[in-house]
T-cell receptor, first 113, second 116 residues
Framework: AQSVTQLGSHVSVSEGALVLLRCNYS??????LFWYVQYPNQGLQLLLK??????LVKGINGFEAEFKKSETSFHLTKPSAHMSDAAEYFC???????????FGTGTKLQVIP | DGGITQSPKYLFRKEGQNVTLSCEQN?????MYWYRQDPGQGLRLIYY???????QKGDIAEGYSVSREKKESFPLTVTSAQKNPTAFYLC???????????????FGDGTRLSIL
């Protein structure tokens, strides 16, 4: 079985501040991990993905995530928040191939000017 | 442009009525999925199909039906048996291959269904 836990359904940061969105996973096999972003009334867009190899993954829009096996975490960060980053973010885990993708419940990011 | 088209953007259902949500893709992806999104619950899988003329139930298939007669199309019917259909519905596609390991799912822009 696999699962994803996103800590904090709502996160607020000031514009220019560090963004940290937390994701912990459980998986019986080495996982493939994803972060998606969703703007209001739109679908999900891929921010970044982890497969194997380098544990620090860089994505679009200045986001990056670090895979920590010992902590079973895949937290998403961005050094400096921009107003356009306000959206909902989803962490997801898969076993690869056509195996089921399990999504977290999402974290809404608010950016305060 | 390659992509996934969901229609309509907004849909209203009357009591006892079946409604069909459309999902069309020109990405040439083999697998297609339907998810339901409710506030605070993330995405829940309704049905998926990995090949034409074949599909499987997801976690919350009751009250829904699908068909996969063409690779490009995967319509979802919300039947009158679904007592709480108000939600945001997302269609996704997926492909895999020896030279394309662990590809992410691609999503349409969704259909918001409400009860009148």
């Amino acid at each position: 079985a696999q699962s994803v836990t996103q800590l904090g359904s709502h996160v607020s940061v000031s514009e220019g501040a560090l963004v940290l969105l937390r994701c912990n996973y459980s998986s019986s096999v080495p996982p493939y991990l994803f972060w998606y972003v969703q703007y209001p009334n739109q679908g999900l867009q891929l921010l970044l993905k982890y497969t194997t190899g380098a544990t620090l993954v860089k994505g679009i829009n200045g986001f990056e995530a670090e895979f920590k096996k010992s902590e079973t975490s895949f937290h998403l960060t961005k050094p400096s928040a921009h107003m356009s980053d306000a959206a909902e973010y989803f962490c997801a885990v898969s076993r690869g191939g056509y195996q089921k993708v399990t999504f977290g419940t999402g974290t809404k990011l608010q950016v305060i000017p | 442009d390659g992509g996934i088209t969901q229609s309509p953007k907004y849909l209203f259902r009357k009591e006892g009525q079946n409604v069909t949500l459309s999902c069309e893709q020109n990405l040439n992806h083999d697998a297609m999925y339907w998810y339901r999104q409710d506030p605070g619950q993330g995405l829940r899988l309704i049905y998926y199909s990995q090949i034409v003329n074949d599909f499987q139930k997801g976690d919350i298939a009751e009250g829904y039906s699908v068909s996969r007669e063409k690779k490009e199309s995967f319509p979802l019917t919300v039947t009158s048996a679904q007592k709480n259909p108000t939600a945001f519905y997302l269609c996704a596609t997926h492909t895999q291959g020896v030279d394309l390991p662990n590809q992410p799912q691609h999503f349409g822009d969704g259909t918001r269904l409400s009860i009148l």
